[in-house]
């Protein structure tokens, strides 16, 4: 039973797929990529998106990081449930992940603010996560209810990498003054063993977005509309 | 209270995945329908944050997004028809490849058929080369799930009549039988599925569905400039 992972350490894509194998006990060796020469493996595993993660178990491919969590729980389904046994509250767990996947293009947008833009771009962020603590989260402590589930991984992501982008933009969003219960959270989420033990260094994380930013801005790959 | 009901319509594509996954399983249920243009309070109110169809309201509780109802269809009426693969692995390529479909084949339908002039030849290579991908995945099977339909070919489906229908809409051919003979001879066998072929509506709606849409987004933009 051979499970390979292919990542970059500041991916948070790669980073949720991390703590799942993690919190499910799951041994698994990891393969660093260089994202500006990809291995052989990468664009063989994944010749339609070219991207990582991909994860290989038993040979065989798993890309795109919520089908891969998904693939995960049901292949080591009697360990760390990450989804409810319910139906409905798994569809409404799914609902959230999409939810968080139809709005990337709203983080990206304020990540790659222009100065002009960034309280737009700020505010719009805001009122995505105010939907998010409001219907999503609500009085719980995690998304998953009292334990993590595939939605505070699949949102992980705010606990660390949204931070970089604040600092960037020069805009804080995510405070307890505006999303007190998402902002206590954030806390909550990076206390638990798996995610404490798992996070990318802060400081080269700021380092490496400082990086992408200036790059994907002078390149003019993702102008804001 | 317990009955089935769904918020849409049956020349949208989404709504009709909703309806072909209930047929299949025999799960009786009621359609009530929508205007996209005049949205009901009750569709307002079921689905506030993307307010839009298919909505599957089941015990009164609204679950939302085709991909996600269908597989809450299947959890919920699983001794019936099962629509997901068995295997994790084949679920994860189903799954990925239900994306692909929304996001690329879909999508860039979409945009042949809205584009004009020189972006139309770009955008109807584009579509192609999604095709393509998807002539490859249906290589030496009868259906998407193997000898019987199963979740992808009812996310695929919309490729049988309402594909022609854009085709037609857009004055542009993207799906012809010598190009793509084997997603052609795959969209024959589909459409004669008594359980899909009583979900079908007229040619002629998905035909002016697409058509009002079209002319919506062309007054939009009209009245942009």
Same mark, same amino acid.
């Given at each position: 039973?051979?499970?390979?992972?292919?990542?970059?350490?500041?991916?948070?894509?790669?980073?949720?797929?991390?703590?799942?194998?993690?919190?499910?006990?799951?041994?698994?060796?990891?393969?660093? *990529?260089?994202?500006?020469?990809?291995?052989?493996?990468?664009?063989?595993?994944?010749?339609?998106?070219?991207?990582?993660?991909?994860?290989?178990?038993?040979?065989?491919?798993?890309? *795109?990081?919520?089908?891969?969590?998904?693939?995960?729980?049901?292949?080591?389904?009697?360990?760390?449930?990450?989804?409810?046994?319910?139906?409905?509250?798994?569809?409404?767990?799914?609902?959230?992940?999409?939810?968080?996947?139809?709005?990337?293009?709203?983080?990206?947008?304020?990540?790659?603010?222009?100065?002009?833009?960034?309280?737009?771009?700020?505010?719009?962020?805001?009122?995505?996560?105010?939907?998010?603590? *409001?219907?999503?989260?609500?009085?719980?402590?995690?998304?998953?209810?009292?334990?993590?589930?595939?939605?505070?991984?699949?949102?992980?992501?705010?606990?660390?990498?949204?931070?970089?982008?604040?600092?960037?933009?020069?805009?804080?969003?995510?405070?307890?003054?505006?999303?007190?219960?998402?902002?206590?959270?954030?806390?909550?989420?990076?206390?638990?063993?798996?995610?404490? *033990?798992?996070?990318?260094?802060?400081?080269?994380?700021?380092?490496?977005?400082?990086?992408?930013?200036?790059?994907?801005?002078?390149?003019?790959?993702?102008?804001?509309? | 209270?317990?009955?089935?009901?769904?918020?849409?319509?049956?020349?949208?594509?989404?709504?009709?995945?909703?309806?072909?996954?209930?047929?299949?399983?025999?799960?009786?249920?009621?359609?009530?329908?929508?205007?996209?243009?005049?949205?009901?309070?009750?569709?307002?109110?079921?689905?506030?944050? @993307?307010?839009?169809?298919?909505?599957?309201? @089941?015990?009164?509780?609204?679950?939302?997004?085709?991909?996600?109802?269908?597989? /809450?269809?299947?959890?919920?009426?699983?001794?019936?028809?099962?629509?997901?693969?068995?295997?994790?692995?084949?679920?994860?390529?189903?799954?990925?490849?239900?994306?692909?479909?929304?996001?690329?084949?879909?999508? +860039?339908? &979409?945009?042949?058929?809205?584009?004009?002039?020189?972006?139309?030849?770009?955008?109807?290579?584009?579509?192609?080369?999604?095709?393509?991908?998807?002539?490859?995945?249906?290589?030496?099977?009868? &259906?998407?799930?193997?000898?019987?339909?199963? /979740?992808?070919?009812?996310?695929?489906?919309?490729?049988?009549?309402?594909?022609?229908?854009?085709?037609?809409?857009?004055?542009?051919?993207?799906?012809?039988?010598?190009?793509?003979?084997?997603?052609?001879?795959? +969209?024959?066998?589909?459409? @004669?599925?008594?359980?899909? @072929?009583?979900?079908?509506?007229?040619?002629?709606?998905?035909?002016?569905?697409?058509? +009002?849409?079209?002319? /919506?987004?062309?007054?939009?933009?009209?009245?942009?400039?």
């Amino acid at each position: 039973m051979e499970v390979r992972l292919h990542g970059m350490w500041a991916s948070p894509y790669v980073i949720r797929v991390i703590w799942a194998l993690k919190l499910k006990g799951v041994k698994y060796e990891y393969i660093e *990529e260089d994202l500006s020469n990809k291995s052989m493996a990468v664009l063989e595993y994944n010749p339609i998106h070219k991207k990582v993660p991909v994860l290989v178990h038993n040979g065989k491919p798993i890309v *795109e990081s919520a089908v891969i969590l998904q693939y995960i729980e049901e292949t080591w389904p009697d360990r760390t449930p990450l989804l409810p046994e319910d139906p409905y509250e798994r569809a409404m767990a799914r609902f959230w992940i999409d939810f968080g996947q139809q709005k990337s293009l709203t983080f990206f947008a304020f990540f790659l603010t222009s100065e002009e833009d960034k309280h737009k771009t700020a505010a719009q962020v805001l009122e995505t996560l105010k939907i998010l603590e *409001e219907e999503a989260l609500g009085d719980k402590k995690f998304f998953g209810g009292n334990t993590i589930n595939m939605v505070d991984l699949f949102f992980g992501w705010l606990t660390y990498s949204f931070g970089c982008m604040e600092n960037i933009s020069g805009v804080q969003v995510l405070l307890p003054e505006t999303l007190p219960r998402l902002h206590r959270w954030t806390l909550d989420f990076k206390q638990e063993p798996v995610i404490k *033990e798992n996070l990318p260094d802060s400081t080269a994380l700021l380092e490496h977005f400082k990086r992408v930013t200036k790059h994907l801005k002078s390149s003019n790959k993702f102008k804001p509309a | 209270m317990g009955g089935v009901k769904v918020l849409g319509l049956n020349s949208s594509f989404p709504c009709v995945r909703v309806l072909w996954a209930l047929k299949l399983k025999g799960v009786n249920y009621e359609i009530v329908e929508e205007n996209l243009l005049n949205k009901s309070p009750l569709l307002l109110q079921m689905n506030p944050i @993307h307010k839009k169809v298919p909505v599957l309201i @089941h015990k009164d509780k609204p679950i939302v997004e085709s991909l996600l109802i269908l597989e /809450y269809i299947d959890e919920v009426w699983k001794t019936t028809y099962p629509l997901m693969p068995e295997d994790p692995y084949d679920c994860s390529m189903a799954r990925f490849w239900a994306k692909f479909v929304d996001e690329k084949v879909v999508v +860039t339908a &979409f945009e042949a058929m809205k584009s004009e002039g020189e972006g139309k030849e770009v955008a109807i290579v584009a579509a192609k080369e999604t095709l393509e991908l998807l002539e490859k995945q249906i290589e030496g099977k009868k &259906f998407f799930g193997g000898d019987e339909i199963g /979740y992808l070919d009812l996310v695929v489906g919309w490729i049988c009549l309402w594909l022609p229908a854009i085709e037609q809409v857009g004055g542009m051919k993207l799906l012809d039988s010598s190009t793509f003979p084997l997603l052609y001879q795959w +969209t024959q066998c589909f459409v @004669h599925i008594p359980a899909i @072929h009583e979900c079908l509506p007229p040619r002629e709606k998905a035909v002016d569905y697409f058509q +009002t849409g079209l002319n /919506y987004l062309r007054s939009l933009d009209a009245s942009k400039k």
